[in-house]
């Protein structure tokens, strides 16, 4: 069992490099090639600029995979596990006391982790191709407001499960579902007001004209729009973006002012249709009820597989404590998990197709939505050419050139 998992985790982590190094040499071969889809739109010295920002992009991305999944390789293989969970033993003496401790190490841990990375990839990959805004002072408060967070948030839930496993050992995954669902429902209430006030501010759409169209656009589909809010996002980056949040009827549309520099009045709403076309085809709300029932099964299977006496053997150890054992059964889901990737990937897909599609019946807006999927390639850099084979597993969009394309023939 030991060697059997050794072997697949390497071989996932060889299959995603491998994924990655293959999209990056289609793109050499094809990246000074204009799409015809974006004749006129991206010109071949904006070719340049995307293949080398994509090269610089998933170079990184490639370092990172490789040198998080060695690290956590070696922890999980060869003794630093064990070794952190003794510690944390020998420190904490109430049993929620030790699987507390045991998290927010971890979550610490990985922010740390993470830092270099994220730090390069704004002031080193981001700024060299004109797309980094941030001030290394809010980079890092950032950092600090994120990680402070995630330790308060995941400190109070894992405080309640793991008093609720042992309150309820023989129920207890439904307990935790229970719990977990319902903090997670209510967090897509508050985060509009509590965490997402913390990172951006938000304040009505100054452009009256554009906000009146918004509504009636949004009427028209039966969606009744609270807010139509503008966020500072060029304050971090000069990547543009739109989005809807909110359950229910009434709903809030936030439009970054990157993207409001960029695109017309019609691209704009042709975009938002888009986004509208999510929420009437319920996208949103299937997708929150399936990742409910996935989290239920995956408490379940957790609950009977946590106490198997053939966990600490998957990663070589004798006996590992009740958190640890969690760890390594999550490493093995993510092994066995990943040959789904491209079945989440087409799913998302086929969601984008339909909402493409909506925008089309519901503003007959195919050329403004092309030209703004095509400006939104553009300024991004988005990288035109990916190998079809990586797209098929990854991508949770079309790739834009065929979407364009399907515009042109609505
Ligand atoms: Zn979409």
Excluded at 63 to 85: K, Q, W
Excluded at 111 to 136: K, Q
Excluded at 187 to 207: C, D, N, Q, S
Excluded at 213 to 237: F, P
Aim: proline share 4%; hydrophobic share 50%; net charge positive.
């Amino acid at each position: 069992m030991f060697f059997a998992f050794i072997a697949a985790y390497a071989g996932v982590l060889s299959l995603t490099l491998a994924f990655a190094a293959l999209n990056l040499r289609h793109q050499r071969e094809h990246g000074r090639e204009v799409p015809s889809e974006l004749a006129g739109v991206v010109e071949p010295e904006r070719l340049a600029r995307i293949e080398a920002y994509t090269r610089d992009g998933a170079r990184l991305g490639m370092i990172e995979r490789a040198t998080s999944g060695v690290v956590t390789g070696v922890c999980l293989f060869a003794g630093p596990l064990v070794f952190y969970d003794r510690f944390i033993e020998s420190i904490a003496t109430t049993f929620a006391g030790r699987g507390v401790a045991f998290v927010l190490g971890l979550v610490l841990l990985s922010g740390i982790f993470g830092l270099p990375f994220s730090y390069y990839r704004s002031f080193v990959v981001e700024a060299r191709h004109g797309f980094n805004r941030m001030s290394r002072g809010l980079f890092f408060a950032d950092w600090l407001k994120g990680t402070g967070l995630s330790l308060v948030l995941v400190g109070l839930l894992s405080a309640l499960a793991f008093w609720l496993v042992r309150a309820l050992p023989g129920s207890w995954w439904l307990w935790v579902w229970l719990a977990f669902t319902g903090v997670s429902l209510a967090l897509t209430f508050v985060a509009p007001y509590v965490i997402e006030p913390l990172f951006f501010r938000m304040e009505p759409l100054k452009i009256d004209a554009l906000a009146g169209e918004v509504r009636a656009l949004a009427e028209r589909a039966g969606v009744h729009v609270r807010r139509v809010l503008q966020v500072d996002a060029s304050r971090r980056s000069a990547h543009s973006n739109a989005y809807f949040t909110g359950l229910g009827r009434v709903k809030r549309v936030v439009l970054f002012d990157t993207l409001l520099s960029q695109m017309s009045h019609g691209e704009i709403l042709a975009v938002l249709s888009h986004e509208l076309g999510h929420w009437k085809k319920h996208h949103v709300l299937v997708r929150t009820l399936a990742s409910f029932a996935l989290s239920l099964v995956v408490a379940y299977v957790a609950f009977r597989a946590v106490s198997a006496p053939f966990v600490p053997g998957l990663v070589g150890a004798s006996a590992l404590s009740f958190p640890a054992r969690l760890v390594v059964l999550a490493a093995l889901a993510s092994v066995l998990t990943f040959p789904l990737t491209p079945l989440g990937a087409a799913w998302s897909r086929h969601d984008e197709w339909q909402a493409d599609r909506f925008a089309v019946e519901l503003a007959d807006c195919a050329p403004a939505l092309a030209s703004a999927l095509a400006k939104l390639s553009r300024e991004n850099l988005s990288n035109l050419h990916p190998h079809p084979l990586y797209a098929k597993f990854y991508y949770s969009h079309p790739p834009v050139t065929e979407r364009i394309r399907a515009l042109r023939h609505a």
